[in-house]
């Protein structure tokens, strides 16, 4: 693929943005191009909030995302708001522990993870957000788990590095949580 | 059964916009109270400049001006001039007022203008994302002193009610705060004063609101209320700074 | 004194903010378990009959998500 | 018909009171004192309201407050008080506030001098402020235009709900003149403001209003401004012409500038040089069509300006580039002599003979 | 050379701080706040100055106060804020001080909306302040030119002693792309600053002003900086090419609407149809010479803003008239896609065929 | 023979532009004589707005900036943080310092810069033809206010020492004034004692002075002198508002 | 004469302005198009102050004066500023009371009054500028007498209306010093 | 105490605005007849003997045309 577009949406406070970002630290790493943008704006706190990523081979002309390859939906208004616009046949990936609606693509391929859940589980429901992006990184091979990692590694500011065994636990579970095929 | 609380004539069905436990949402309630209890007292015009209630217009059932940032008091003035029988108030921000609209607020309050000032002062810049205010405290930590307010560097916060008071010109001048509800039926009574003043003629009422802003502090809703009174009454402390009868109670 | 008081919550407005639930004098006010529209615990009452009608919970309400009656000498 | 010798300045002050307004903010500036200082006694006699505000930018305000409630407002300054309106002017062109404001100009930048000048045209014309928006831009060449421009401002304003802004200058501000007072003062049939704040009771509510946070929202409203200034345009070109039938040079001035061009003209036209003089009286819109028409015959234009040269640009766009467009201009409070662009109409002439 | 992942809004101020800039005051407004607030905890980390002003009137003022002295120092803010500084701007030219403003343009006219916009061209290139004077526009298309035009932007305010513009919009301020850190960071060999004021020892005074009020003086002081500004003219048009080489439809675009072309063309060029992309990276100058150029081929030009309209303008002039110019706008802060554009580029390529 | 009285050196040789009897060349004097005196304190920097003032740059015999109107104390900000160790001042009128630059001084004064501000009182706009000041005193008859200043319509005179004295970050306040040989030797005191704040880094003075405008009051240059002590004074007690040592003295 | 163009000079305060609008109502009144430019300034007050009057039978196009026909010098700065602006056989006129050098120009028709001693003499100093214009008056045809009585009426406030016998005089004895020949 | 002062003005650059006349304690400034350059009558000193040097007059003028000058002790 020349270019993988993914968008990334759900409240604010779930880490939509640093998923994202996230996703561009590990593009570059990997040495591609990449384009990170957020939603900005005078809205409510606590509404929502999106960003977009690409992550391409060459240049990026246009750096907006019109046709996603991929969405990562944190709750239901998400889901609603940017289902149209996947393309045909691009990765619906669902946090379920907040999204209790149906997709209406049928077009695509839709993944549910319960990611709150996971992260309950391993003890910290502030990682949901790796959780859907460890099953992102199961289903999309352009992000090596190790860009991720080292990703991960940039973004967090260091006194939080202690937290990266726990970050790795969630990219882990998310990732398990495809291969156990909970796809809808 | 009596209603004893319930949604004001004064405000429309929309619902804000607000962070969770922003108290801009409480005011805003106290300001549409009293504007209903006025009654005949007064068709109204509201004016809300940019902050985070510039959404303002679409809160208040009434009619209603959008303007630019801090320049409220002289829109309101040329709306009072030109509807002198009309209530008129603005609703600023303490960026708004105390920083880009400094000029206009203490011109408007010279010249003894002849509306309500509905000040909300909650020590940052909510709208932007939580820049430092004129009114941030000193050691406040926010998005522009990243290391808390150095008073060396960024000033001492601004003091409007006790700056105002020195001079000729305003009839009433009083700051309160939401923090409780004994201190929430205290700002209610505030800004009935300031809108009964308006209404007599009496000249430029302004009345000052500490506020919340839990978003940029960082703080949750009820934190938010107790570092409002543990760290904002201290320097801001309550009171009517005038009255038309000159009973000012520096204390309240 | 108890039991005079009624209150309507409008649940979908409710911002979960849990003023009202600190500031009501008979602690009678909780947290709501499943998310509303938009995303936030919602206030409840738990026990209806407490409930004075003293209003504090729709005086600090910053979304007039409560109305509040109150019995007239009933 | 009245005849009174007037200040340039008082003549926009009295024009004012006569098209109803009695709402002026203003800050002093020279040179156009005399507005202020007019109105400070003129108001409370119709009893209208005067205030000298604290500031320009205060004074722009103001006029968005009055202008809110339907009433007919006024500010005037120069130059660099203009440039402090910039943000208000924005704001009242993206809430549809009909307001009536004057620049007399004078020499800049910076702080500049006091003396007649041109400079303000890309300011007033292509929008100081920010954003897609267009002031209606009105260029007076005499007293009497200053009067009857003033007028005519105010019922633009009300009529497309929109600011306009009357150009004059340093000279056109202090020199007096006769002024014919015409009867008829203006629009018979002025618009009703239904949309006007004024503390609604029995109607729905009116909102003023520049925000609106949804792009696709903003992107229509901006869509029916666009609309608007099209329709503008079409009806609202002026321009007046002296000598243009035949001419084969025509020159191109406004205010001042085409007062001194038309005395150049006649020079011109006495030593057998076919040249014309096309007036803008509209700077915006620019009367595009006449200039076009009038240029027909044209084998050269000459553009004359108090200023390094600014409808310059407008005047190529307005013929196309299809034909040469010199240029002549004094800058900083000099006002050119019909001699010095007699002197340019002949070297000009010469180059096409 | 390093590579870093940045905002557009940190990378211009990560690069003012590597260009020496020690000096920086703004006031907040959406979407450039990441430029206060990197620089909030940046400049005290190099013993530079940050202060977050009470107005954008002030800021500039402060700006005009540090350049005089000699001082690198910059402000930033977007659309309305910049209106705020128009009067500063035009006094910063007219005494000829060298200092870099960013604008982050976003949706208007008056309080508008805070998405990416490109209404403010008129602004920043016809001059919103008063007088004869101008401002070096840049205008980035990239978090990596954010980076190396801020660079740009005070190696040319020095050496010119004049403003610099930046010009980006809210896209580019808020995203993350990668930017090199080039080694070299800008002039060699800056300029000396014999005219700064800084307490004069052992010299002549220095005198920093911008007010002549013998007209006389004020029009030899003009002409000097309209020397000056030929000077930039001949020697700044910048900008960058894409398929110009054999284009039909050659499309003119900067910053982000630019990057939407280019994927545009690309698009066309897939299908067949020669099409080509003219980048002005400096707007004032434009690029004219370029532009001809570049434009040789064509059969028609397709200019593309996020505005109603305003570079077209320029454009017009720069092809004499000599091509039909089209024009595809979005306003009120939407981002036009490719899909878009293409879909005009086939409409007009249809036209011609 | 000593030599009592001459042209100070950080004055140039240009003869003023000022009217016959009009008091800011005494105070050019008497702040060039203070600058004098700093000798090694400083290498200065001067800044001028608009105003009679405006050429002060032609005047004073030092490195000068002219200023936009109203703005000198943000430019004097930009200066000084450039150039702590340089002595920076501005010389301001009231219409320049208190209407359209009342935000500029107030917030330069919180922020506590350490410059001086001359800020030249005469109740007037001296160099647009003598419209109504902030300062304007009531029923003080000018060309915007020809029937008097009516306080009900243009508000009441701003006493700008008074209001900047209820805020932390100013460290010296002064008004004083020029009427007679014994205040001018004053205000050269407080003016001294200005500069002495500045050089000794505490911040943020000013010093207001009564001055006269002749030629806009439509009094000779004596008259002038009287009409300022019998109308002036009582309106703008001298004093000292506030000193680095806290020795307020509100009637000097 | 199509045009008639007069420049007025002097200190400020020696009424120059308002001889100048005296002469533009005057030409108003005898049915002529008229302009009236004064100088205007941030000069010192007390400094010099002048103005220009064209008085036309056509239209006026520029209002500039290029070449006067008239020049009223009310001093000596006033005489060395404007006297290249008059044109070849114009009139000069100074007030000898103030003006202390000699006109440079040769081709003019040069007339010395000594409008401060005569203002003197009626007992009040101020009208030496109605004295010169008495003199202009007598000067130049396109001016009647009465037209000027007109125009004072006109310029002057009403309260002052008891020193229009005043004005008058002086009038006439700037008129008569022409008559008297005290041409230089 | 008379007799000590030496006065030095400037009498082309004096305005003629009489602060100094009226300040003078001895009471010995007065105008002068002839106008100056500028169209003023400049000030001058009458009796010279009596000056004390007191510096007044030049305190007072705003125009720095006097320039004062004091016997010391002599
Ligand atoms: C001219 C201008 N400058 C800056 C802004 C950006 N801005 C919008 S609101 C705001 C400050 C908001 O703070 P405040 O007034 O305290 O209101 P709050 O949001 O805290 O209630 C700023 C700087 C603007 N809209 N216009
Ligand atoms: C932006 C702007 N507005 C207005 C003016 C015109 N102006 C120049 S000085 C002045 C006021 C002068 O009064 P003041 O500051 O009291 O000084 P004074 O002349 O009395 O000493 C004004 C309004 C200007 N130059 N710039
Ligand atoms: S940002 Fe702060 S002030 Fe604004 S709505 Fe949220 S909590 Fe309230
Ligand atoms: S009305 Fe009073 S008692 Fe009842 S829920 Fe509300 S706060 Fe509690
Ligand atoms: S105070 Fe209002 S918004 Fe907050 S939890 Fe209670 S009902 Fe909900
Ligand atoms: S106008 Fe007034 S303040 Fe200005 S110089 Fe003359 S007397 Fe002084
Ligand atoms: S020095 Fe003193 S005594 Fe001598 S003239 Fe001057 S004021 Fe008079
Ligand atoms: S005070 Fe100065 S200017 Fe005034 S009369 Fe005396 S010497 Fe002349
Ligand atoms: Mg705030
Ligand atoms: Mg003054």
């Known amino acids: ?184 | 059964m009596k209603v004893i609380a319930k949604r004001p004539e004064s405000l429309t069905q929309q619902a804000f916009h607000y962070c969770p436990g922003c108290t801009h949402g409480i005011i805003h309630r106290l300001v549409a109270e009293v504007i209903d209890e006025l009654g005949e007292g007064g068709p109204a015009v509201g004016i809300a400049p940019v902050g985070c209630s510039v959404l303002a217009y679409e809160y208040f059932n009434l009619d209603m001006i959008q303007a630019s940032h801090g320049r409220a008091p002289a829109v309101a003035t040329g709306v009072k001039r030109a509807l002198p029988d009309c209530i008129v108030f603005t609703y600023q921000g303490d960026g708004d007022l105390a920083a880009i609209g400094l000029s206009e607020i203490v011109h408007a309050a010279l010249r003894g203008e002849n509306f309500t000032v509905i000040f909300v002062n909650n020590a940052i810049y909510g709208m932007t994302g939580g820049q430092i205010a004129p009114t941030t405290l000193p050691g406040q930590k926010t998005t522009t002193s990243p290391l808390g307010r150095d008073t060396v560097l960024s000033g001492n916060p601004i003091k409007v009610c006790e700056l105002l008071a020195t001079q000729e010109g305003p009839a009433y001048l009083s700051r309160v705060s939401v923090h409780s509800p004994a201190q929430v039926r205290r700002a209610r009574k505030a800004i009935q004063k300031a809108f009964e003043v308006q209404r007599k003629k009496q000249g430029f009422s302004l009345v000052e609101i500490l506020s919340t802003c839990p978003t940029n502090w960082g703080l949750d809703p009820l934190k938010s209320l107790e570092w409002l009174e543990k760290e904002m009454l201290p320097r801001y402390p309550l009171g009517e700074f005038r009255t038309p009868g000159g009973e000012e109670n520096g204390s309240l | 004194m108890a039991g005079k008081g009624k209150l309507t919550i409008a649940r979908d407005r409710c911002k979960g903010c849990g003023l009202c639930i600190h500031f009501c004098p008979k602690g009678i006010l909780k947290e709501f378990l499943e998310l509303n529209r938009l995303g936030y615990r919602p206030v409840s009452l738990e026990e209806e009959g407490e409930c004075t009608g003293c209003g504090i919970c729709a005086l600090m309400c910053p979304d007039m998500v409560i109305q509040v009656e109150r019995g007239e000498g009933a | 018909m009245k005849t009174r010798l007037m200040k340039g300045n008082e003549a926009v002050g009295e024009a004012a009171v006569s098209a109803g307004c009695r709402h002026y903010y203003g800050y002093p500036i020279t040179p156009q004192n005399e507005i202020p200082e007019y109105l400070s006694y003129r108001m409370p006699e119709v009893g209208g309201v005067f205030i000298q505000s604290e500031s320009e930018i205060a004074a722009i305000n103001m006029v968005y407050g009055t202008s809110s409630t339907g009433a007919r407002v006024m500010t005037s300054s120069s130059s660099p008080g203009i440039s402090l309106k910039a943000e208000g002017i924005s704001y009242l062109a993206g809430s549809e506030l009909p307001a009536v404001i004057v620049n007399m100009m004078r020499g800049g930048p910076g702080l500049g001098g006091i003396q007649p000048a041109q400079g303000d045209y890309f300011q007033a014309v292509k929008g100081g402020g920010h954003g897609d928006y267009r002031v209606i831009v009105l260029a007076a060449a005499s007293v009497q235009e200053l009067y009857t421009f003033t007028l005519l401002a105010f019922d633009l304003a009300d009529r497309y709900r929109n600011p306009v802004m009357l150009l004059g200058d340093g000279l056109l501000g202090q020199m007096m003149e006769e002024v014919e007072i015409p009867q008829d003062l203006g629009d018979d049939n002025p618009p009703g403001k239904p949309w006007a704040v004024t503390g609604c009771r029995g109607r729905g509510r009116n909102i003023i209003n520049s925000l609106y946070l949804d792009p696709h929202k903003l992107e229509a409203h901006n869509r029916k401004l666009q609309e608007k200034y099209k329709g503008i345009m079409e009806r609202e070109q002026r321009f007046q012409e002296h000598h243009t039938e035949d001419c084969e040079l025509l020159l191109v001035a406004y205010g001042t500038a085409a007062r001194v061009s038309r005395g150049a003209v006649d020079e011109a036209r006495a030593l057998g040089i076919k040249a014309g003089l096309f007036r803008p009286q509209t700077l915006w819109p620019f009367p595009n069509r006449g200039l076009k028409e009038a240029a027909r015959r044209a084998r050269a234009l000459l553009v004359v300006e108090m200023s390094s040269g600014q409808m310059v640009e407008d005047v190529n766009l307005g013929v196309q580039c299809r034909l040469p467009v010199h240029f002549y201009g004094r800058m900083g409070g000099i006002v050119p002599s019909a001699g010095e662009v007699l002197e340019e109409i002949k070297r000009i002439e010469g180059g096409l003979a």
Chains 1, 7 share one sequence.
């Open chain 1, 1 to 184: 693929m020349e270019a993988f577009r993914v968008i990334v949406s759900g409240f604010g406070g779930q880490g939509v943005l640093l998923v994202g970002q996230i996703l561009a630290y590990a593009g570059m790493f990997s040495g591609k191009h990449v384009a990170w943008i957020p939603s900005y704006g005078a809205e409510m706190r606590g509404g929502t909030a999106n960003c977009s990523v690409i992550i391409s081979e060459g240049e990026i002309s246009s750096p907006l995302v019109e046709k996603a390859d991929a969405l990562l939906a944190f709750n239901g208004p998400s889901l609603e708001k940017f289902e149209p616009s996947l393309r045909e046949g691009g990765l619906l990936l669902m946090n379920t522990s907040m999204v209790t609606g149906e997709p209406r693509r049928r077009d695509v391929r839709s993944f549910g993870i319960p990611a709150n859940d996971l992260a309950d589980r391993l003890g910290n429901s502030r990682v949901a957000n790796i959780v859907m992006l460890g099953a992102l990184a199961e289903l999309e091979p352009v992000l090596s788990f190790e860009s991720i990692m080292e990703a991960m590694r940039m973004v967090l500011p260091e006194r939080h590095h202690h937290l990266l065994p726990l970050n790795q636990e969630a990219l882990k579970a998310g990732a398990e949580s495809i291969k156990e095929g909970v796809g809808v």
